[in-house]
């Protein structure tokens, strides 16, 4: 596969030898070292092979003086078609306006390639660059990293650090995003620990202060569990941070309601595609009508830029749509799998109220009422309950 492709770089010639001893063509070919292939004989006196443009020349001054005719019967390769090109003017000065505006569109951003970020999206990033002069078309010579960089660390104080390299015609942006320093405890606030909900004392650790119940206490949300006053025994109280770690049981109560009636989404089976192109910040609809899609129709878009070899991007962006048609129908939900939607959403609900708590029971519960199906959830949990409150400096 190389060989044959390096034989059109150079070109081939198919040629056709007629003579009385064509053995001897055949033996200049060796002793002069032309490499030959696909031979084939007409006759005893005629063949046919092909050999490179190179070589193709010297046969023929080798062969000048021999009793011989040597007739070119196909020509292949590169080296032929840019002949039969070379009288086409208005070809050349199309692909050497083409060259110039391919180097010159390099000098211009047509991409731009972002990683770092996490919490910050792409799209605040390319606003806070286009609000300040770096966009899609910026000539990339007039990019000033470094005074870009102070300004874009000011318009998004989430990040720590950002680095803008312009390679070519893409802009390499790489963040880094702020964390934020750990809040600092003033240990010589006072305070007390009280209750965070209504529980069942279970057990009670103070790292400072009073212990204030016992376990086994019923307490009510905002109860003082470890007070930070203590008394010196000298007529006089001492304020302490008054922290710790109390566990208690925790009971919830949580509904939800699921409708047995919803829409279902039914795709007709029938597709159709339009494809529009971008030039720069141009489109073009290479279709007929309005890009705004019919109603109860899905709309799935692609974009392709152009890139050629070595990673030039190109300012052209091929936009692929495709439309699904469907229509909505009103369906019932069964029971069974309403009850499955209804527990997953207050499963979530009281995870996210345990933290780190951990569930000792549940029970589940439901009714029809109406249209809809109201569930109900009953958890014991055992839980920290304890929260910190300071107490006012006078």
């Known amino acids: 596969m190389v060989k044959h492709i390096m034989n059109l770089l150079k070109g081939e010639v198919t040629a056709r030898v007629e003579s009385g001893f064509p053995e001897r063509v055949l033996n200049l070919c060796g002793e002069y070292g032309l490499i030959f292939w696909n031979l084939q004989w007409e006759s005893a006196a005629a063949f046919t092979f092909t050999l490179t443009r190179r070589d193709w020349k010297r046969l023929r001054r080798l062969t000048a003086k ?5 007739t070119p019967v196909g020509w292949r390769g590169t080296p032929f078609f840019l002949g039969r090109m070379r009288h086409r003017y208005g070809l050349w000065i199309t692909l050497g306006v083409c060259s110039l505006l391919l180097l010159w569109g390099s000098f211009f951003i047509w991409d731009f390639e972002i ?9 605040e990033i390319l606003r806070a660059l286009e609000k300040y002069g770096v966009a899609f078309g910026t000539f990339g010579y007039d990019v000033n990293s470094f005074q870009l960089r102070n300004d874009l660390l000011l318009e998004l104080p989430e990040l720590s650090y950002i680095a803008i390299n312009v390679r070519g015609s893409r802009a390499y942006v790489q963040v880094r995003e702020r ?3 750990p809040e600092i405890i003033d240990m010589r606030q006072p305070g007390n620990t009280v209750a965070d909900r209504d529980a069942l004392v279970t057990a009670i650790e103070p790292w400072d202060g009073v212990k204030m119940v016992l376990p086994g206490t019923m307490v009510k949300e905002g109860q003082l569990l470890i007070s930070g006053v203590m008394d ?3 007529g006089g109280n001492r304020y302490v941070r008054g922290m710790g770690k109390v566990y208690g049981r925790t009971w919830y109560t949580l509904r939800c309601r699921v409708p047995l009636t919803v829409s279902e989404t039914v795709y007709t089976g029938e597709t159709r595609t339009r494809r529009a192109v971008l030039l720069g910040k141009n489109r073009i609809n290479l279709y007929i009508g309005s890009s705004i899609s019919q109603d109860n129709c899905d709309k799935i878009i692609n974009w392709d830029q152009w890139e050629l070899p070595g990673g030039l991007v190109l300012p052209v962006t091929v936009v692929t749509e495709t439309l699904r048609p469907y229509t909505v129908t009103e369906t019932r939900r069964s029971e069974e799998e309403a009850l499955a939607m209804a527990e997953a959403v207050l499963d979530r609900e009281l995870t996210a109220l345990l933290g780190g708590g951990e569930l000792l029971r549940r029970e589940v519960n439901y009714q029809v009422e109406g249209d809809t199906l109201l569930v109900t959830l009953t958890a014991e949990c055992e839980e920290q309950i304890g929260k910190f409150v300071e107490i006012p400096k006078e």
């Open 232 to 234: 010196t025994g000298y």
């Open 179 to 181: 964390v934020d320093a």
């Open 66 to 70: 021999l009793d011989c005719e040597l």
């Open 115 to 123: 990683e770092g970020n996490e919490t910050v999206s792409d799209q």
